[in-house]
């Protein structure tokens, strides 16, 4: 493997930096402490050596990488196991594992096993009965059964309640029959499913007594528990070759009039009677739990891909030089260009973003679900629209991120040793799964609508749409500030103007004949805009509250920098919204040149921290797994070294050349 | 495969349409003629089934693929050189197999032989002596022997003074010898340069007599000619997997003191006599033209990718049904809800914008090639300026426009059955080789400073800047347009007013102490915007005029359709520069939500033609290659088809559950 000395630029890098790393990695892991415990769970992961790859995953089949997934999560979760007897651990350690970078760096194509520990064990604890816990969970535990969770179907994605499979009781033998009627409702998606969980929770729709009672989860077997063969009824595979991802054995599965015993639906919350009478459930918005749960996770999750990209990018920028603007100079590094600072920095100060904001809604939905349990529902349409916005807002711009930091390392980072386009395919997935970006929006802009509309009827309102009272109350746009306070100020106007013409539009379709579904149909491109920019107001305002309060401990000179990348965040967003920012605040031409000179002045500033700033996420070179990024700037000698792990390299002349080529070029082929 | 019977959503599409499919296919086309020989040609290529695969090559492993590559290119080059002995016909049909969707369809990885033709015979021709192409051109037409160009190094890329391989005469044996004294010099990328080529154009630095003359081009042998081992000095490999294009072979080169004759440096522009002397090209602005027309070629591939993936997505999006806005109605089909057709309408009427800026491009290029072989260079730095800005602006669009498509078909997009993330591979591709995109409007940019300075001091302008004259004379900007003539002159106000900022930012840099070089690098990014802004005036009245000239000679309820998709576009991209149309014109927020409501408007107007218009692209399903998008809209069942490929399916039970599941599960692994 690589090793020898740090490339000099980078050295330099290091030597301009104004502020102490180590301070920097404290302050984002939450405490000395807390980096210490993080160093030592990746030290010991990583030395048992589950990440090496003999030949490199990216040449493999994709049988291949399917069986070394297998493989890897076996390992995995055999050591984890491991851990777990000798720390006596709980299920946090789980979550340090397969959430964060540390999961993604061992299973780069993701796993097979990991619906079977987030979504298969958790469903089971949290809409089984006390009985069903007991039975089911200590077989998930010590994995006599392996499960997965399947929801989406071929045909029905976010719209859960479009699902076809059908669960019909029949009294007579007290058994559910599990059914597939069209190929349209063929179970599509579940990660594991296709040849590695022999169990499944199943959502279908309910039928007892004649009656369809919507959603309900049901545990089906699959697979025979010795031999792995399908039961009878059950038709099981794969999916397919996807654009990333493809160690999750995603699969298909349909029902060919399966039985199952009664005792097989979840019956936390709803229940069928021995003779199939329904009992429903006390409350239904329970079961959003899971899936904001899962939107808070994800906000997390694009702030450790958008680290790993803005880290390749900027440490490769250092090293990496080009083109001669000044005559008889050295080709200057091209992290000196501004274009390429353009590219960089905010995605450095959007990592920062995303991790507060995340916190902060983390913090939020812990206390609605606290609330939640004493029977208290009234914040839980607020946190519902957040994680909605949260969810579109954070994944698109990480996708968009992620591609910036990829393209901004010009050719090299369209190869795989790069590892940008494998973090894309991460990171651009999670813009469609649980619950595609644009339902995402226009959710929250319902939520925004109503909000608008109780504002206007002069009720109070949930904390975080409150601005919109004032404007709604007429009051009159103050003058331009040309501060983060004031732009943060000039986004909740733009999202309050916003919303005040969605509701006028929408009216003035309704006068004009339409109904109220195909008006807002009809509005609904400007109402997703509406939501973005309420987002915007959000995550700025957040992410600049958010340090403000937890710079006050740290040293005069982080303090300066990390206040730096607050205000390029800010000023980088307000000059996307420019034209917004036009239309519903006092902003003038004058304003927007100072906003940009301002912008172009915090680049200079932060560019002698740029390293120091990507070496804080203390990402290490085995999770970021970059030839182009590795923390000592060999990117030449790596990039060159994975090349020959190619193996189309073993040898000096492919058999293709005697078997096609030859012949073609004599004219014998 | 499939058959039967197609969906009948997209059947009822097919009868609201309100125009002739059949005539628009041959105005794409440019008559019902070339529609026919297009036809032919497809057939001819597809029936010889070259592009059937036993196993999907998105199943196989790295080196399996290169080698269904090779097969493949052989296969297809075999019959072509086939069909011209037959038909007698010239190189033209090379290029309407390489370009275009013919060529991406057979070899949807790329071609290891591309560069064979692409580049190295054109080199040969363009570069080559008379002599030289005698010897030379017979020996590559005839597949005596293949060869590729090497031009970007490990550490350089866009920017060409800074190779560094080098090619020292040494006159005592009238040989060079090529060399590459760094690791950063080696050779990479370069398309079947790994295991196919046996020859190769080098670029090299020239020294003769100890003095530099920069980079000229080398014909090199890499291998034996028999047995295709490398020779002597020579190290040749592949440089790694890659996002995509994994059947192009793209290889590293390195040299190590390779002598070759003197006369196998090709000297049709410059010189090197035996005694070593350095005779000079006549005009060395002649070697601007390949890559100009590599440019122009681009533009036109991103049309045909745009074309592909809005059709895949337009079709799915008539078949998907998702969610019930309306209580007791069916889901509705996904293209129905208004912000689909967002994401779509604006990609159908790109490919129209592109097709018919490549020809306008295609059309200059010719013109100023003709005066340039006349002598005269006078409208080169115009050309360059646009082939620069166009490259980058169109290149962007398609890959954002892509997995727009991509996206808007939800998870499905994310699976390879879609065939959108292949095709995104190809096009953001495009978006760093041949010049890097945000280098390739900085040179833009440098064009329309120099214009800009000339208008101010009175003089007369080339054409497509023509514009900003008018700008630098003062005149005060007219009332606010709301017709595709004033949004296009908005644009026009927009770039020259953007230009007029950058200019007078960077001269208020170099009054504050900075020199040229660096004033304009922190102004760079304005600049890359003003380019931008420059682009899209050009893009919007090139679609405008083309269409309406074109537009004459066909039927009424056509042009109707073709004019919507006029104003579509450029009222989108309005919409998208509202910012920019604030600050440079007079619009007024009043203007802006009546452009609003004629988008919304125009939307709905071609709601019903949407798949009229995608399936007049006229993509054969073979080329198409997209479960999603075939033309019978059988979606679904295409899916569990494609996955049923998978070899994953082929065994009930994977081996890995016995190797690792199982005892794993029984705590024995």
């Given at each position: 493997m690589s090793s020898g000395k740090v490339n000099s630029d980078l050295q330099n890098e290091r030597h301009k930096c104004t502020f102490n790393v180590t301070e920097l990695i404290n302050w984002i892991d939450g405490g000395a402490k807390k980096t210490e415990e993080r160093k030592k769970r990746e030290d010991m992961l990583l030395k048992e050596g589950i990440h090496h790859e003999e030949v490199p995953s990216m040449y493999l089949s994709h049988k291949e990488k399917y069986e070394l997934a297998v493989k890897k999560a076996c390992m995995l979760f055999k050591m984890i196991r491991r851990l777990q007897e000798e720390e006596n651990a709980g299920m946090e350690n789980y979550m340090a594992v397969l959430g964060g970078n540390l999961g993604s760096a061992i299973l780069s194509d993701g796993s097979p096993l990991t619906l079977h520990y987030v979504m298969f064990i958790p469903t089971l604890m949290g809409q089984g009965t006390v009985e069903q816990q007991a039975y089911w969970i200590g077989r998930a535990f010590n994995l006599s059964i392996i499960g997965t969770y399947a929801q989406t179907e071929l045909g029905h994605g976010t719209f859960i309640r479009g699902l076809e499979t059908t669960a019909t009781y029949d009294a007579t033998t007290k058994e559910f029959v599990l059914h597939s009627p069209t190929l349209t409702s063929y179970k599509w998606w579940p990660g594991g499913l296709a040849h590695t969980a022999n169990y499944c929770i199943v959502m279908a729709q309910l039928y007892t007594k004649g009656q369809c009672h919507g959603i309900h989860p049901f545990i089906v077997q699959l697979r025979d528990e010795e031999t792995h063969m399908p039961l009878p009824g059950i038709k099981v595979g794969e999916i397919g070759a996807k654009l990333g991802m493809n160690g999750t054995n995603n699969g298909f599965l349909g029902f060919d009039q399966v039985r199952i015993p009664r005792d097989h639906m979840l019956m936390k919350n709803s229940k069928v009677l021995e003779d199939g009478t329904y009992v429903n459930a006390p409350s239904s918005k329970l079961t959003y739990g899971t899936m904001m749960f899962v939107r808070v996770m994800i906000v997390n999750d694009m702030c450790n891909y958008m680290a790993k990209a803005v880290t390749i990018a900027t440490r490769y920028s250092a090293v990496r030089r080009q083109s001669q603007p000044k005559p008889n100079e050295p080709e200057p590094q091209i992290l000196d260009y501004v274009t390429q600072q353009h590219k960089l920095f905010v995605g450095i100060a959007a990592v920062h973003a995303f991790r507060l904001t995340a916190d902060w809604l983390w913090t939020m939905y812990n206390n609605v679900t606290a609330e939640l349990e004493a029977g208290d529902l009234e914040r839980l349409p607020e946190l519902h629209a957040l994680s909605c916005c949260l969810k579109a807002v954070s994944t698109a711009e990480a996708a968009a991120g992620v591609e910036r930091c990829r393209l901004a390392?010009?050719?090299?980072?369209?190869?795989?040793a790069s590892n940008l386009p494998t973090t894309y395919g991460h990171v651009t997935a999670a813009c469609t799964y649980e619950g595609e970006n644009t339902v995402m929006l226009l959710q929250t802009a319902r939520y925004l609508v109503k909000a608008w509309q109780q504002a206007a009827g002069g009720n109070a309102l949930t904390p975080t749409v409150a601005y919109l009272g004032s404007v709604t109350a007429g009051r009159r746009s103050p003058p331009w500030d040309s501060t983060v306070d004031g732009i943060v100020a000039g986004f909740r106007r733009v999202a309050a103007g916003k919303i005040g013409l969605c509701v006028a539009q929408i009216e003035k379709r309704q006068k004009g004949g339409m109904c109220y579904e195909d008006a807002w149909n009809m509005t609904s491109v400007q109402l997703t805009e509406a939501a973005e920019a309420h987002c915007r107001a959000i995550i700025l305002s957040t992410y600049h509250k958010e340090t403000e309060e937890r710079v006050k401990s740290v040293s005069p000179a982080l303090k300066k920098v990390l206040l730096q990348l607050v205000d390029l965040y800010v000023v980088y967003w307000a000059l996307q919204y420019v034209g917004d920012l036009l239309r519903f605040t006092s902003i003038s031409e004058r304003d927007i040149e100072l906003l940009q000179n301002w912008y172009e002045d915090l680049l200079t500033k932060l560019r002698p921290n740029a390293v120091g700033l990507v070496d804080?996420?203390?990402?290490?070179d085995e999770i970021l797994n970059s030839a182009l990024g590795a923390y000592d700037g060999r990117a030449y000698e790596r990039l060159m070294e994975d090349a020959m792990?190619?193996?189309?390299?073993?040898?000096?002349?492919?058999?293709s050349f005697h078997k096609y080529l030859k012949p073609f070029m004599q004219g014998k082929l």
């Open positions: 390392c010009g050719g090299h980072g369209y190869m795989l804080s996420f203390d990402i290490k792990r190619s193996p189309l390299n073993a040898q000096p002349v492919n058999d």
